[in-house]
């Protein structure tokens, strides 16, 4: 009988996720967000690509929201679609960027959790980034969202950690 021990390596998809993390308020769990994104592209049935999740404070991407879009508040998740690009033969979709602070805050407004929140914002981006608008295609990237956050693409753990010191 063969052991099923997990050997500490990625799973071996032919998706490339980097996740990064820019702020020091919320721990990050960088394996749990790479699965939730894999967990998304193959329901989508996605071939290869590679992309980047990075977290960041509300300061960055207040700044990031003013200076690509011309909106002067911090949102809580920007997505930057490179089309064309390639890392390693696999196509580049972009970067999702989330702000975990701006996303806490969302979240208690909304009456939901902090992972449920950031799980939203990860599917959302990952939508983007695949070429859907919420502005232009009257509700169609919304009902995906929304079925995609009822699917399997649902994981026990959640991708952030509580806050790690209070401020």
Request: hydrophobic residues 35%; positive net charge; proline residues 6%.
């Amino acid at each position: 009988m063969t052991s099923k021990k997990p050997t500490g390596e990625p799973p071996s998809h032919p998706f490339r996720i980097q996740v990064l993390n820019r702020q020091r308020r919320y721990a990050i769990f960088p394996r749990v967000v790479e699965s939730l994104c894999f967990r998304v592209l193959q329901i989508l049935r996605e071939s290869a690509c590679s992309f980047s999740v990075t977290f960041v404070g509300p300061r960055r991407i207040r700044l990031l929201n003013r200076r690509y879009r011309g909106k002067d508040y911090p949102a809580d998740v920007l997505t930057f679609r490179y089309a064309g690009e390639s890392l390693e033969g696999q196509p580049f979709l972009g970067e999702i960027v989330i702000s975990p602070e701006v996303a806490s805050r969302n979240a208690r407004q909304w009456n939901a959790t902090l992972q449920r929140e950031v799980r939203r914002l990860l599917i959302h981006g990952v939508l983007h980034l695949l070429g859907y608008d919420h502005e232009t295609d009257k509700g169609e990237m919304r009902r995906l969202e929304n079925r995609l956050m009822r699917s399997r693409a649902r994981i026990r753990s959640g991708p952030v950690g509580r806050a790690r010191y209070a401020g």
